[in-house]
Nanobody, 124 residues
């Protein structure tokens, strides 16, 4: 079993930056990739960024304002959010993918574990 704990969200103003952190604990040997999703109330969860856990530089990011990075040694995943705007107000979730064949999926159902999320609120 894997536990994921997101942190770093908060209330910021438009144009500000935040760095979200996801700490993984438990058995992490099956991790193939990590993803960050976001979800607004009443809407579907959407992929923000993903990256393979071991090796490779390729990554997907939804916006040039976002950066996903990994600290494998400390089982931590980060999402840097720059130049935030009001439309970025969402709950952000960290999710773990264990099946390589699902890596290019954009859907949260492809992921095995996820955390409770961290709220990001951007005011104008």
């Amino acid at each position: 079993q894997v536990q994921l704990l997101e942190s770093g969200g908060g209330l910021v103003q438009s144009g500000d930056s935040l760095r979200l952190t996801c700490e993984l604990s438990g058995c992490t040997s099956r991790i193939y990739g990590m993803g960050w999703f976001r979800q607004a109330s009443g809407k579907n969860r959407e992929l923000v960024a993903r990256r393979r856990w071991n090796g490779g530089s390729s990554a997907y990011v939804q916006s040039g304002r976002f950066t996903i990075s990994l600290d494998n040694a400390n089982n931590t995943v980060y999402l840097q959010l720059d130049n935030l705007n009001v439309e970025d107000t969402d709950i952000y979730y960290c999710e773990e993918l264990t099946e390589p064949r699902k890596y290019y999926s954009y859907f949260p159902v492809a992921y095995t574990y996820w955390g409770q999320g961290t709220q990001v609120t951007v005011s104008s």
